[in-house]
């Protein structure tokens, strides 16, 4: 059973960084495609940013500040958030497709205020 597990979420100025962790447990297969999605209240869950195909994707609300990294040969991916503000307060969710399947964490909030 795979499972992702989250961590790196908190409270934050505006203009503040954080810098998000996702690791998946549970499969020696390596992923089609992993990243983040977020949820703000009230609002649909839209992706952030995502390695899909050997390429990275990005929100043109994110792009230039936030980065998506990952460690070479494992299932385990970095959200570097930047210059972060008030817009960027949600639930941020961990995606991942290994194996044919979709999987998704439990999610981390990230708040952004003063």
């Known amino acids: 059973q795979v499972q992702l597990g989250e961590s790196g979420g908190g409270l934050v100025q505006p203009g503040g960084s954080l810098r998000l962790s996702c690791a998946a447990s549970?499969?020696?297969?390596?992923?089609?495609?992993m990243g983040w999605y977020r949820q703000a209240q009230g609002k649909q869950r839209d992706l952030v940013a995502m390695f899909l195909l050997g390429r990275t994707n990005y929100a043109d609300s994110v792009k230039g500040r936030f980065t998506i990294s990952r460690e070479s040969q494992k299932n385990v991916v970095y959200l570097q958030m930047n210059s972060l503000q008030p817009d960027d307060t949600a639930v941020y969710y961990c995606?991942?497709?290994?194996?044919?399947?979709?999987?998704w964490g439990q999610g981390t909030q990230v708040t952004v205020s003063s």
């Open positions: 995606y991942a497709q290994i194996g044919g399947s979709t999987y």
């Open positions: 549970g499969s020696n297969s390596r992923f089609g495609a």
